[in-house]
């Protein structure tokens, strides 16, 4: 049955006064008129989209603007009206949630999933200004797949998998879990029909079998509250097809084992009542240990409250009871919609809270959005960001944080605050120390000890699962990066000028921008990033914006770098590595090889990998070390050892009694009563290193070390 204007009016009445209607049905006749002659996919008049999305919102007791709104969120992409023309029909107000829904097909994308991402990002925008774009939005998506049937096949497919990748889990975010139930079970029969068929006969098939069970246990509860004088009314709770078929996938688990589980939903009037109602049925059936949550004192991160027990039922099955008041079953219901409807009728703890959550975090997209590269790496951070799965941990002041499963104390210092994440060295879970990858548990504490100079660990991208984290390590390293290439990219110009008797500063204006406008570069900083990348030789760059010399001088040009050699602080951090063939230390004689992509390698002199090249001013750097160097270097020993017992503990005791840190320590060959061994230490500098050598001379058994 098509639906009519008439009828969604007379539901609005319920809510709604009746200039607010009035101006929902002028709407309604405005976007009737700038779609007059369209049609849907169905055949149907295409009035009817806008008309259905309006009607599913008013379900949610949505305001009347986002009605207006979803009467109109296509007609500026389908229609010839502008977004100036809805701003002075209806207001700014409608105008904007209907601009934020609208989708982008003004812009060229290379690929499908570029689209998908940049509209998504645009849609986040939107939702900073005001969240209820995104309920127009998912009641637009949940009335599509509704009508996905008339599609072809394959626009099906994409569509479903993009309602399971993105919105459901939106809606899920969000606290909306009729809407999330609903959208999933859609998109799973259009992406999985034959095992959406195979699991709906296997459900109805079951239903009938435990009809009997499901009755008898519903009756235990309910006598059981009563008898105590609670108010309560017990429900048993249908599981949907597509949490079955993840429960399946995910846990590896047979149909029969998911449905021997039996769910039951308990509703009262207070919290006191919930956790008396809770003592009652614990009294009833055995709870499973472990399995209790309490979702009232910890609300979860959408809003969601709720007790969660597990318990031994009759027949030795088990049995899941869900206790919560009214209310907190209408949010769990609607999530940030009740909020509306909670507006008309009074305020809501649970409803402001669900509300306040979902504005945190789409400010924390927003934030995310800014630091994302591009659309494609933004929507990946937003997916890792959507598992509903969580884990509540405290900080030192007893304040509570929700991070998503797997999250380590790194996520938990990016969840406090950008600038303690970048700053993080160590943490202590519980008052221990533990490693900053260590996944946390629900119930920890969690301290971050910080330091002014420390700075984000490229590898903490191996382990980090929250979008926040992920992106803003990448958003520093990207930075530093750059400022780092641009300072080595500064020194290396600036030695390579000197054989010109020149520097950075002399350079000819007029040279500088040929040569930008050659290399397609827009300033100096973006040259010298350039050459601190290794991407462009310092010493070519140098040559042709060399200042003008006279013939005969120019004869006597070197090709080496005339002055000081670079200096090297070993702090230098991304742009500046060490090489592990041979390791160099404070002290040793070294040079530079510059290589494309990742800067400046460090090499000791006598080095045989870097030999060939040393003579190649185009390719090598003279370096000395700063006197201020306070880093720790690794170094590689190789001894000749005598067999005997406890050697290589005397071994490790010798390095730590020097003030070295052992790395590593292998045995290798045996040759008679000789073996070797190799080790691998950090020291200072090549004095550290001679006092390190001195203690492993001394210990007995030790016939010869050499420094690989």
């Known amino acids: 049955m098509m639906p009519t204007i008439d009828a969604l009016s007379d539901n609005l009445t319920e809510y709604l006064d009746l200039e607010q209607i009035r101006q929902v049905r002028r709407a309604y006749f405005y976007a009737e008129q700038a779609h007059d002659g369209q049609r849907r996919k169905s055949g149907e008049p295409y009035v009817t989209h806008p008309l259905a999305v309006a009607g599913v919102l008013s379900e949610m007791h949505m305001d009347h603007q986002s009605l207006m709104a979803a009467m109109l969120h296509d007609v500026i992409e389908d229609t010839e009206i502008s977004y100036e023309g809805i701003e002075t029909q209806f207001g700014k107000p ?23 991402a940049e509209n998504f990002q645009k849609m986040v925008l939107a939702m900073a200004e005001d969240i209820r774009v995104i309920l127009v939005k998912l009641a637009d998506r949940l009335h599509n797949m509704r009508t996905l ?11 479903a998998r993009e309602t399971l990748d993105i919105y459901s889990p939106i ?87 998911i449905m021997d589980v039996f769910a039951f939903r308990v509703v009262t009037e207070s919290v006191d009542d919930c956790y008396r109602i809770l003592g009652a049925v614990h009294n009833l059936y055995k709870p499973v240990p472990g399995r209790f949550k309490d979702y009232i004192a910890i609300p ?82 937003v997916k890792k960001d959507l598992f509903p799965d969580e884990v509540y941990v405290f900080t030192p002041k007893g304040r509570i944080l929700e991070l998503p499963r797997g999250a380590t ?36 504490t969690v301290e971050i000890i910080t330091t002014p100079r420390a700075q984000p660990n490229m590898a903490w991208l191996n ?91 120019e004869q006597t040009q070197t090709l080496s770098p005339q002055g000081k050699p670079l200096a090297v602080h070993g702090t230098e951090g991304m742009v500046m590595h060490y090489a592990r063939c041979c390791h160099p230390i404070p ?80 045995s290798g060959e045996r040759e008679g009563q000789l073996y070797s061994v190799q080790m691998e230490l950090t020291v200072f500098n090549r004095i550290h290193l001679a006092k390190v050598i001195k203690q492993l001379r001394r210990q007995l058994g030790v016939n010869h070390i050499a420094r690989l």
């Open 587 to 666: 002290g040793d004689a070294i040079v530079g090889h510059i290589s494309t992509g990742r800067g400046l390698v460090v090499h000791r002199t006598d080095c045989r990998n870097i030999r060939y090249m040393r003579e190649d001013p185009e390719k090598c750097v003279f370096l000395e070390w700063s006197s201020v160097a306070e880093e720790e270097y690794p170094v590689a020993l190789m001894l000749s050892v005598e067999s005997q017992r406890g050697i290589i503990a005397h071994l490790a005791m010798a390095v730590a009694s020097a003030g070295a840190n052992l790395l590593k320590i292998d």
């Open 409 to 444: 104390p790194v996520d938990f210092a990016y969840a406090v605050h950008t600038d303690v994440g970048n700053s993080c060295v160590s943490c202590r879970i519980n008052r221990r120390l533990a490693p900053l990858s260590e996944a946390l548990d629900s119930g920890q």
């Open 463 to 553: 382990f980090v699962v929250t979008g926040k984290a992920r992106s803003s390590i990448r958003h520093f390293l990207k930075n530093q990066q750059r400022h780092e290439s641009v300072e080595l990219g500064r020194r290396l110009l600036n030695q390579f000028m000197a054989n010109y008797g020149a520097g950075i500063d002399d350079i000819d204006p007029d040279k500088l921008q040929a040569l930008l406008d050659e290399a397609e570069l827009k300033n100096l900083d973006a040259l010298l990033e350039d050459i601190g990348m290794g991407n462009r030789m310092a010493y070519v760059v140098a040559r042709r914006l060399r200042p003008e010399v006279a013939p005969d001088s």
């Open 300 to 381: 979860k991160a959408n809003g969601y409250q709720s007790l969660h027990t597990a318990l031994f039922g009759a027949r030795g099955i088990t049995i899941e009871v869900q206790i919560r008041t009214r209310e907190m079953d209408a949010v769990a219901s609607q999530g940030i919609a009740e909020h509306s409807h909670y507006k008309v009728y009074g305020d809501s703890d649970s409803a402001v809270g669900s509300y306040n959550r979902a504005r945190k975090w789409v400010q924390g997209l927003l934030e995310m959005q800014r630091r994302a590269g591009d659309s494609m790496e933004f929507i990946e951070h």
């Open 94 to 116: 409608v105008a904007d949630i209907v601009d934020g829904v609208s989708k982008l097909t003004h812009l060229e994308f290379e690929t499908k999933a570029e689209a998908q």
């Open 171 to 257: 809606a899920a975010r969000l606290g909306m879990r009729d809407l999330q139930v609903e959208l999933e079970d859609l998109a799973f029969q259009a992406y999985y029909p034959m095992r959406a068929r195979y699991i709906r006969r296997a459900v109805v098939k079951a239903r009938g079998q435990r009809r009997d069970i499901i009755t008898q246990i519903e009756q235990a509860i309910q006598g059981r509250i009563d008898k105590e004088h609670l108010p309560g009314i017990v429900t048993g709770r249908e599981k949907h097809l597509y949490s079955i078929y993840r429960k399946m996938k995910t846990q590896s688990k047979a149909f029969s084992e």
């Open 149 to 159: 049937g008339a599609m072809p096949p394959v626009k099906q497919r994409r569509i």
